[in-house]
């Protein structure tokens, strides 16, 4: 099993509509996670730290269930500029260590 | 004012050459990162190191060799490069924060994209 598994997509939305990301992680000592977003030939950029109570940002919100280790990312209100790939990110933490890890990422591709 | 740059942003060598990648950050992180992306866009670490230490090296060919002179800065060479290190490379660099156990979030540098010929 991968250590994070995002459904790679793509998903082709209208403008206006809402869109809920997946990710899955099999690290159960996973401390921290993150949504990040990677337009086309660019670096990753942090959308979104993932915290246990949930937390929203605009149009954005993540939620975290460790019971069944995913996490989740649910955009409303479709933007064009919302058009990206969103990385899932897990740190486990684990010998004083982190190792963060990607998942493959999900495209997202908002019509007009 | 650039947080992590890495150069140079293109780079294209024939087989068999030498070549290194630079990155410095300014964001006063002590822990940082090589990571590879290759043509199916799979970002995968290669290398971590914290206040120089190597801390990960994930099944890389010893071709690649991560280089820290100080913890603003880590180098990647690559000796006798392949096609199949044809990929973009990113530098990331992040805070360890040892009380709570956690890293703050990764920044990343704005890649260098390899093409071996």
């Known amino acids: 099993r991968k250590e994070v598994e995002q459904d790679p997509g793509p998903f082709n939305v209208p403008e206006g509509a809402t869109v809920a990301f997946n990710c899955t992680y099999s690290n159960s000592a996973s401390q921290s996670f993150f949504w990040y977003r990677q337009d086309c030939r660019k670096e990753p950029k942090l959308l979104m730290s993932v915290y246990s109570s949930g937390n929203e940002d605009g149009r954005f919100t993540a939620q975290l269930n460790r019971a069944s280790q995913y996490i989740s990312l649910l955009i409303r209100d479709s933007k064009l500029s919302d058009s990206a790939t969103y990385l899932c990110v897990v740190n486990p933490y684990s010998g004083g260590y982190q190792k963060v890890t990607f998942g493959i990422g999900t495209k997202l591709q908002v019509i007009p | 004012d650039t947080a992590v740059s890495q150069t140079p942003k293109y780079l294209v060598t024939q087989m068999g050459n030498d070549k290194s990648i630079k990155c410095e950050q300014n964001?006063?992180?002590?822990?940082m990162y090589w990571y590879k992306q290759d043509s199916k866009k799979f970002l995968k670490i290669m290398f971590s190191y914290n206040n120089k230490e190597l801390i990960i090296n994930e099944t890389v060919p010893n071709r690649f060799s991560p280089k820290s002179p100080d913890k603003a800065h880590l180098n990647l060479h690559i000796n006798s490069l392949e096609l199949g290190d044809s990929a973009v490379y990113f530098c990331?660099?992040?805070?360890?924060?040892?009380?709570?156990?956690?890293?703050?979030?990764?920044?990343f540098g704005q890649g260098t994209r390899l093409t071996v010929v």
């Open positions: 990331a660099s992040s805070q360890h924060l040892p009380r709570i156990r956690l890293y703050t979030e990764a920044f």
């Open positions: 964001l006063g992180h002590d822990t």
